[in-house]
C-alpha cells in the first residue's frame, strides 16, 4: 500500500519514543500524515514505527546524556528530511523520595536526563532553527516544574530548571521566528510510576507523612491517573499548530486547579507584603535607570 505523504507535512523529532507522550505523539503525527524522527535509547523498542510508515519514519538511536548520539540524531533527520520544523524535549523520568533520603547517586541521573539532556540537545539543534528562521521547540515540564511537592524534591529540582531555561530561550527565539512552548501535565496515564520512575532506596521514618505519602501514591496509582495520554498528545499537536501557541500548556483538571490555587497565593502575598517589597529598593532616583535597563530586556522576550 502506498503511503500518501502531505507537502506541507511537518518533520517532529522526538526524544523518549518508547513510551508515553513521546509514543503516542509519534503514533498520531504518522497517522496524520506527518513526518516523524522517533528516538530511543533502544531502538528495537520502537522499529515498528518505521517498518508500518516506511516514508515518513525515521528510527534513530539517541541517549540525551550523550552528546554523540544526540549530533548523529541530528544529521540522520537532516539526510532524509532536509529539516526539523520541531523537537519535542521529551526523555526524562522522576525520582520519589525525600531530599534527604535520596544518595547523589540516585539524584544526579534525575538531572543529567531531566535538564542537562534537554539542554545538550536544545543547543545541537538551535543552529539550524536559526538557519530556518521557522519552527517550534516543545519542552515537557510538568505542573511539577511550578509547584513542590514532599517527596518530589530532586525532580521538581529538574523541571523547575526546565521551566527557567524554556523561558529564557523563549525571549531569546521570538525575534528568530521560532517559538518555544513548556508543557506541564498534571497527572497522566503513562509509565511515569512505572518505568520511567524510581524510588530513593532509603527510608527515614521521620518522612513517613510528608514524602511517605508520596511513595504510597508512587506504588499505589499508577494505571489510576486521571489524564488521557491520547487527549494530551492531540492538545499538544493543536497548540504547536495554533496560529499563536502558549508560552505554557497546562494540561489536566488537576494540574489546572493547582496552579490556579497558586496563583491566588501568590498574589496574596505579593498584596500583603507590597509594601515591603518596594521598600527594598534605592530611592527613586538612583533606580530609575536600571528599572529602565531591566525593563529593556524584559520587553525583548516579549517579542
Known amino acids: 500500500m502506498t503511503q500518501s505523504i502531505s507537502t506541507n507535512a511537518k518533520v517532529w523529532l522526538i526524544t523518549g519514543t518508547s513510551s508515553g507522550f513521546g509514543r503516542e505523539l509519534a503514533e498520531q503525527l504518522l497517522g496524520a500524515g506527518e513526518k516523524v524522527v522517533a528516538t530511543a535509547r533502544k531502538t528495537e523498542t520502537i ?38 520544523d520541531v523537537l ?62 514532599p517527596g518530589w524534591g530532586y525532580y521538581n529540582a529538574s523541571k523547575f530548571a526546565v521551566n527557567g531555561f524554556s523561558e529564557a530561550l523563549a525571549a531569546e527565539m521570538a525575534l528568530l521566528g521560532v517559538h518555544v512552548m513548556i508543557v506541564e501535565p498534571g497527572p ?54 495554533a496560529a499563536e501557541p502558549p508560552k505554557h500548556l497546562v494540561l489536566g483538571k488537576l494540574a489546572f486547579d493547582r496552579m490556579q490555587a497558586r496563583l491566588e497565593v501568590w498574589k496574596k502575598d505579593l498584596a500583603a507584603w507590597e509594601t515591603t517589597s518596594l521598600g527594598a529598593d534605592f530611592d527613586k532616583a538612583d533606580a530609575a535607570a536600571g528599572q529602565a535597563a531591566y525593563a529593556d530586556t524584559r520587553q525583548a522576550g516579549k517579542a
Not at 543552529?127 to 519542552?139: A, D, L, T, W
Not at 515537557?140 to 511550578?146: A, M, P, Y
Not at 511513595?215 to 499538544?236: H, L, N, T
Open 88 to 149: 519535542v524535549n521529551n526523555a526524562g523520568y522522576g525520582l520519589a523520595g525525600a531530599v534527604e533520603e535520596a544518595t547523589e547517586a540516585e539524584f544526579m541521573p534525575v538531572f543529567e536526563t531531566n535538564v542537562f539532556g534537554l539542554i545538550r540537545t536544545t543547543r545541537a539543534f538551535l543552529p539550524q532553527f536559526r538557519k530556518q528562521k521557522s519552527g517550534s521547540i516543545v519542552n515537557l515540564s510538568s505542573i511539577g516544574g511550578l509547584i513542590g511537592s
Open 47 to 84: 522499529a515498528d514505527l518505521a517498518e508500518t510508515h516506511p516514508d515518513t519514519a525515521l528510527v534513530v538511536a539517541l541517549d540525551v546524556t550523550k552528546e554523540e548520539t544526540i549530533e548523529a540524531a541530528l544529521k540522520a533527520a537532516l539526510d532524509k528530511f532536509g529539516r526539523v
Open 188 to 241: 497522566f496515564r503513562t509509565e511515569f510510576l512505572g518505568s520511567s520512575g524510581k524510588e530513593a532506596e532509603e527510608r527515614i521514618a521521620d518522612y513517613d507523612e510528608t514524602a511517605g505519602k508520596t511513595r504510597q501514591y508512587f506504588q499505589e496509582q499508577s494505571g489510576k491517573q486521571p489524564g488521557d495520554p491520547v487527549k494530551a498528545v492531540k492538545a499538544i499537536i493543536d497548540a504547536v499548530n
